[in-house]
């Protein structure tokens, strides 16, 4: 029996797999790089061992040092979660052939088997598995749009769509270099395009005693960058194709003499007919949903299995219920997806049933805690959120619910975006495809409408004069601003998401508040619009945390939570992320005209331009590393390039000059 597990993984994953093994007994070795010496995976483990560094390659790609790492802390097993080596089979022939450790996954043969997609690909197609046309040369291809995949990992790392020959080159070379950084493999492959299919996928598992059997479908269409950021169970299908589905998981599962949980990948074209995308030789990042409607705990079942147990189940458990994950990260859609760090001063989220094991209600499987760093080493994702309903609809609306009373508190994240999806029409409709997010701009609207921002910078302006009388030394009962006879308004001023945010406002004897407006300077000037409605705002209530307002009749209660300048407020309506202005600014240091600054801490990776290069708009100037992507820097005018400031490979921080743009007047 397995009774020191040692996970080669970080986050949430590794907690997830932890509490799993707590409930069995078998105690948990997580290791670490230096960024996550204090994250919250390794309290929860019962050991911990260091990997020197920071960077993939240095850390959680290092079978080296895993491998070392097992040996001193007595390890038996080695879990690898999801990402990094979980689909490398060297690493699994090292653990279970060279070091004599159980490893908890299929074989090193099925795992290299099915991590060479394009032979994967031609061996599942004698056992009857659908699949689309594919290229390994670029000169075959004739018709598009084509798809660039990693042959390694997945995750939408290493996925380019190519509509025309033309960007076909820098594709692949981008895809390579992608893949390569977040798998240690950098090659790909191209098959065709399908405009508007569903990712839908069955979980498999089997046992060493020749069982294979299908858990159940999931959709998986909603995606950003080819990743998956909402998922669900069971899919909602026709139950032939449902049928003809799990048929074809489990032929490809026996093909391989498939060993542990897997996972069926296939594209659902708009006519009905379904392609083979890949196998994804681990456990899924949205395996909750599964364990949401068939009661399994999936990480039990793997340790199982992996001790040469026989699975407790041999055809296909029925479906109760339905059950909506949504992956949570550190990322601004609004700035095409661009990650973002920091600390995470608050992560709080209401009504939960659980965590981490499979639960029904509302479950949160996450790597972060309040006071959590999220570095520019690692994925974006800071957790998932799964709601489990007896209907679709309901476990939509528990879920977006949930999320939009969600703390979330020091880095921007794609929590809007998520919830708007929730509540669309086309997804209550089922009228969802890969594509969803390109043809819905609406979604990546703030929840918090233009008009109340005012009123949430409002609140802001009075919890902090509320914080301020209740530290005051003497006559702290006073209202703010309180004089004898009335004279000129406070003013508090904030930057928002939009630019300047100038709060005035006045309160009566008794507190009251006798008169604000607010002024806006936004740096999109459309932003400001001088015109826009004043709500009619009444004072019900003003403490350091909370402020309560009578908005237009409605009474509203705001949280208010403040971290040295910054200012977080969540309202009934939506949230936003304030900092206040001091009233006498320090000169600051002033940046050449045409710079364009660095959005995140990276690394840059290449330069494509030189000095004295002339450039137009939307030009690539440099490419920037962070979290495991690629950002592209684009010229944001026509001009001449006077300064590269930093050459390839060099780091830089958030606000970095990376490159000056003469701009061109002619």
């Known amino acids: 029996m397995i009774t020191r597990l040692l996970v080669s993984n970080r986050g949430e994953i590794a907690r997830r797999i932890f509490a799993t093994c707590r409930t069995l007994g078998i105690t948990t070795i997580a290791v670490y790089s230096d960024a996550d010496a204090d994250a919250p995976f390794v309290a929860a483990a019962d050991l911990a061992v260091h990997l020197p560094g920071n960077t993939p390659a240095e850390t959680y790609l290092d079978m080296v040092q895993i491998l070392r790492a097992a040996r001193r802390s007595g390890a038996d097993a080695v879990h690898p979660g999801y990402g990094f080596l979980a689909e490398n089979a060297e690493f699994a022939t090292r653990v279970a052939d060279h070091a004599g450790l159980t490893w908890v996954g299929p074989p090193a043969k099925v795992i290299a088997a099915m991590g060479d997609k394009v032979a994967a690909k031609a061996l599942l197609a004698d056992a009857g598995v659908p699949m689309l046309p594919t290229w390994t040369e670029t000169d075959q291809i004739t018709d598009y749009p084509v798809l660039v995949k990693a042959s390694a990992g997945g995750g939408g790392r290493g996925m380019r769509v190519v509509r025309d020959p033309d960007g076909l080159t820098e594709a692949v070379a981008s895809a390579r270099r992608e893949a390569a950084a977040a798998f240690g493999d950098g090659t790909v492959f191209i098959e065709r395009y399908v405009e508007r299919g569903r990712h839908v996928e069955v979980q498999i598992f089997g046992d060493t005693h020749g069982t294979v059997v299908a858990l159940g479908a999931r959709d998986c269409s909603i995606q950003r960058r080819h990743q998956k950021i909402v998922e669900e169970a069971p899919a909602v299908l026709a139950p032939e194709l449902r049928a003809r589905l799990h048929e074809a998981a489990v032929a490809a599962g026996r093909a391989v003499e498939y060993v542990g949980a897997g996972t069926v990948e296939f594209l659902l074209a708009p006519d009905g007919q379904f392609h083979f995308l890949e196998m994804n030789t681990r456990l899924q990042v949205e395996h909750p949903v599964t364990e949401a409607v068939t009661g399994l705990d999936l990480v039990r079942l793997?340790?199982?299995?992996?001790?040469?147990?026989?699975?407790?189940?041999?055809?296909?458990?029925?479906?109760?219920?339905?059950?909506?994950?949504?992956?949570?990260?550190?990322?601004?859609?609004?700035?095409?997806?661009?990650?973002?760090?920091?600390?995470?001063?608050?992560?709080?989220?209401?009504?939960?049933?659980?965590?981490?094991?499979?639960?029904?209600?509302?479950?949160?499987?996450?790597?972060?805690?309040?006071?959590?760093?999220?570095?520019?080493?690692?994925?974006?994702?800071?957790?998932?959120?799964?709601?489990?309903?007896?209907?679709?609809?309901?476990?939509?609306?528990?879920?977006?619910?949930?999320?939009?009373?969600?703390?979330?508190?020091?880095?921007?994240?794609?929590?809007?975006?998520?919830?708007?999806?929730?509540?669309?029409?086309?997804?209550?409709?089922?009228?969802?495809?890969?594509?969803?997010?390109?043809?819905?701009?609406?979604?990546?609207?703030?929840?918090?409408?233009?008009?109340?921002?005012?009123?949430?910078?409002?609140?802001?302006?009075?919890?902090?004069?509320?914080?301020?009388?209740?530290?005051?030394?003497?006559?702290?009962?006073?209202?703010?601003?309180?004089?004898?006879?009335?004279?000129?308004a406070q003013v508090s001023r904030f930057s928002g998401p939009d630019g300047?945010?100038?709060?005035?406002?006045?309160?009566?004897?008794?507190?009251?508040?006798?008169?604000?407006?607010?002024?806006?300077?936004?740096?999109?000037?459309?932003?400001?619009?001088?015109?826009?409605?004043?709500?009619?705002?009444?004072?019900?209530?003003?403490?350091?945390?909370?402020?309560?307002?009578?908005?237009?009749?409605?009474?509203?209660?705001?949280?208010?939570?403040?971290?040295?300048?910054?200012?977080?407020?969540?309202?009934?309506?939506?949230?936003?992320?304030?900092?206040?202005?001091?009233?006498?600014?320090?000169?600051?240091?002033?940046?050449?005209?045409?710079?364009?600054?660095?959005?995140?801490?990276?690394?840059?990776?290449?330069?494509?331009?030189?000095?004295?290069?002339?450039?137009?708009?939307?030009?690539?100037?440099?490419?920037?590393?962070?979290?495991?992507?690629?950002?592209?820097?684009?010229?944001?005018?026509?001009?001449v390039v006077t300064e590269l400031p930093v050459p390839a490979g060099g780091q830089v921080r958030t606000g970095a000059v990376l490159a000056v743009i003469e701009e061109d007047l002619r």
């Not at 604000?516 to 403490?543: F, I, K, T």
């Open 302 to 488: 793997q340790l199982l299995v992996a001790e040469g147990e026989p699975l407790p189940l041999t055809t296909t458990p029925p479906a109760d219920g339905h059950a909506i994950e949504v992956r949570l990260c550190a990322e601004d859609p609004a700035q095409n997806f661009r990650p973002s760090t920091g600390t995470l001063h608050r992560f709080a989220v209401p009504g939960l049933s659980g965590e981490f094991t499979p639960t029904k209600g509302l479950r949160l499987d996450s790597g972060v805690l309040d006071g959590s760093i999220v570095s520019v080493h690692y994925d974006s994702m800071l957790a998932k959120l799964i709601a489990w309903a007896p209907t679709r609809a309901e476990a939509a609306q528990a879920l977006a619910g949930a999320l939009s009373r969600a703390e979330l508190h020091g880095v921007a994240t794609n929590r809007d975006l998520l919830v708007r999806v929730l509540r669309s029409r086309e997804f209550g409709a089922l009228e969802v495809d890969t594509g969803f997010l390109d043809r819905h701009p609406e979604v990546f609207a703030p929840l918090l409408p233009a008009d109340l921002l005012s009123v949430a910078a409002l609140a802001a302006a009075l919890a902090s004069a509320a914080a301020r009388r209740a530290d005051a030394r003497v006559l702290a009962g006073l209202p703010s601003g309180w004089r004898n006879v009335p004279a000129v």
């Open 500 to 639: 300047e945010i100038e709060v005035r406002y006045r309160l009566d004897r008794t507190g009251g508040l006798a008169e604000w407006s607010a002024v806006h300077s936004a740096a999109d000037r459309s932003a400001a619009d001088p015109g826009a409605r004043r709500p009619a705002v009444a004072l019900v209530e003003a403490v350091r945390a909370r402020v309560a307002l009578d908005v237009d009749g409605v009474r509203q209660a705001f949280r208010v939570h403040r971290v040295g300048s910054a200012v977080f407020v969540d309202g009934p309506a939506g949230a936003v992320s304030l900092v206040e202005l001091p009233r006498l600014p320090l000169p600051t240091a002033e940046v050449a005209a045409g710079s364009l600054l660095a959005p995140l801490p990276g690394a840059v990776t290449r330069v494509h331009v030189e000095v004295g290069q002339r450039v137009t708009a939307g030009d690539p100037l440099l490419t920037l590393e962070a979290m495991k992507l690629e950002h592209p820097v684009l010229a944001p005018t026509d001009g």
